[in-house]
């Protein structure tokens, strides 16, 4: 079974912790609900966010939205990256096995 864990944005404060119909009407009348995702989380990962935040001193919530903050930027980061790969690979800029092995090994 998934628990549903409220993300809110940072300055969102008693943000509800139930789903609220996503529907053009409800966000016109109550702008306090804008800007909420809702999240399945499996108990087991529910548990490690509870815990990472009784560590941390924040909320299970405040660790959730700093965890995907920072996957985002590694994405975005990783998917530059690699396009820098790719662009290098079609300019006919390769390096040889041998040669990336000895990198490494640096």
Do not use: C
């Not at 969102?12 to 139930?18: D, S």
């Not at 985002?72 to 990783?78: I, L, Q, S």
């Amino acid at each position: 079974m998934f628990h549903v864990v409220t993300i809110s944005r940072p300055a969102r404060i008693n943000a509800p912790r139930w789903p609220i119909p996503d529907t053009r009407i409800d966000k016109l009348r109550n702008h306090s609900y804008a800007g909420l995702v809702y999240l399945q989380v499996p108990p087991e990962l529910e548990a490690k966010l509870v815990r990472l935040a009784a560590k941390t001193g924040r909320t299970a919530d405040q660790v959730a939205l700093d965890l995907l903050a920072s996957s985002m930027d590694h994405d975005g980061w990783f998917r530059t990256e690699v396009e820098k790969g790719r662009v290098a690979a079609r300019e006919g800029r390769l390096i040889e096995h041998d040669e990336v092995a000895a990198r490494i090994k640096h």
